[in-house]
């Protein structure tokens, strides 16, 4: 059954520690205190995407563009990472003379083979970066190596990432040959960097981006998380894994067409991989740190009381937040939660970060993404009227704001 869950796990590149860090200097230069100046930025009326259905916008992404071969790709091993218990592999891209470094954040579980990962690198490339790409740092593989605390901490994971890029800074392959640190972010990568981006803002890490581009980042992870169990608990139960296989490799009809799956089986499509990741990510709690997650309490005896019920915000609530509160980390769940608010994120973060989402992402309350949009500028926030969640990445809008912000 694991094999499966790739089909729509890299559509969402996907959405949504109990040592001492010691972040130390790098060689690279300070934010920016000012807005990006990027040049000729992609019009909002030269948006191409066409697609208006956010669900099927979202569970045909990764087919809508062709995964690009990377060329000179270099696989680094990087020893002695500050508070690693082991050392870890990443994959880069060097430009043969000094150069901008753009780190590309990935997705809830992602790896950095996946399809928008290879689509970034080759992007990068072109525009004259090097390139550093991870499996995210939410997968049991990368903590396993780290040994960091339990995942969903994105606060955490912010310093954890910059210990990862620190080390790559330091690689002799590597040091002094950065002129500028960039971010990336997809999804859960987004939210990530742009709580690296604050972090460092507040002076709390010494590895500083130059700027920070994140595509379809959740409006808020709590309210993601309770779409997602939603998706899980009432969706996938109408559909056996043959309907869900229906998704696999589907790609976009032309324009006009009708959308040939129904709203549910692609709600329960994006139910299902987010689930099938996150048990993975609650066996690693379990195994590693103890913490297991507990069983949900009865519904007066009804068939409702299945363990899988809103498990997501569950692990979030029952397993990341004692865990991380106990290590003195987070006072409050809410604090926790807060890691994952897009609206206090932008708020908080310098003028360098830029955040791109859609209005029909099914991963967001429309609501909450209309707040955003009323108090956010314009300088740091773009809302396309349509594209799902990194349905839209492959279009040529997406190329040209990817290139224009890190050229």
């Known amino acids: 059954m694991s094999r499966n869950r790739d089909f729509i796990r890299v559509i969402l590149a996907a959405a949504t520690a109990c040592v001492a860090m010691n972040l130390l200097a790098v060689d690279v230069p300070l934010a920016s205190t000012g807005p990006v100046a990027t040049g000729q930025e992609p019009r909002a009326d030269a948006y191409d995407y066409t697609i ?57 579980a992602s790896k950095s083979k996946d399809p928008l990962s290879r689509l970034w690198q080759a992007q990068l490339q072109e525009a004259g970066c090097h390139v550093l790409v991870f499996d995210s740092v939410f997968r049991p593989s990368f903590n396993e190596r780290s040994c960091h605390g339990v995942a969903g901490n994105v606060q955490m994971e912010a310093w954890i990432a910059a210990n990862v890029i620190r080390a790559f800074l330091d690689h002799p392959d590597v040091k ?158 809410q604090d926790l939660w807060d890691f994952g608010d897009l609206y206090k994120l932008l708020q908080g973060s310098p003028d360098n970060v830029h955040a791109v989402l859609t209005a029909d992402d099914p991963l967001n309350d429309a609501m909450l993404l209309k707040y955003v949009q009323r108090d956010i500028p314009s300088s740091k926030l773009t809302v396309l009227p349509r594209g799902g969640h990194l349905g839209f990445i492959g279009c040529n809008w997406a190329r040209d704001r990817v290139m224009q912000m890190f050229k």
């Open 176 to 333: 002094g040959k950065v002129t500028k640190l960039g971010l990336l972010g997809a999804s859960y990568g987004g939210i990530l960097a742009l709580n690296f981006a604050k972090l460092a803002k507040e002076g709390q890490l010494n590895v500083v981006p130059d700027r920070v581009l994140v595509f379809s980042p959740p409006v808020s992870m709590q309210c993601s998380a309770t779409l997602l169990d939603k998706y899980y608990d009432e969706d996938r139960q109408r559909f056996g894994i043959f309907d869900l296989l229906k998704l696999k490799g589907a790609e976009p009809v032309s324009g006009g067409k009708a959308v040939p799956f129904s709203a549910s089986l692609m709600r329960a499509g994006i139910g299902y991989v987010f689930r099938d990741d996150l048990d993975d990510a609650i066996a690693c709690s379990r195994d590693l740190y103890s913490y297991k997650l507990p069983d949900p309490p009865k519904d007066d005896g009804k068939k409702s009381d299945e363990k899988s019920r809103h498990q997501f915000t569950r692990f979030i609530e029952q397993v990341v937040y004692p865990y991380w509160n106990k290590q003195g980390r987070v006072k409050t769940l």
């Open 52 to 108: 208006d259905d956010g669900l099927y916008a979202t569970v045909t992404s990764m087919q809508s563009f062709k995964k690009p071969d990377i060329k000179d790709e270099r696989k680094i091993k990087l020893e002695h990472i500050d508070g690693f218990k082991k050392d870890i592999q990443v994959r880069a891209l060097l430009q043969p003379e000094k150069a901008p470094l753009v780190v590309i954040f990935l997705g809830l």
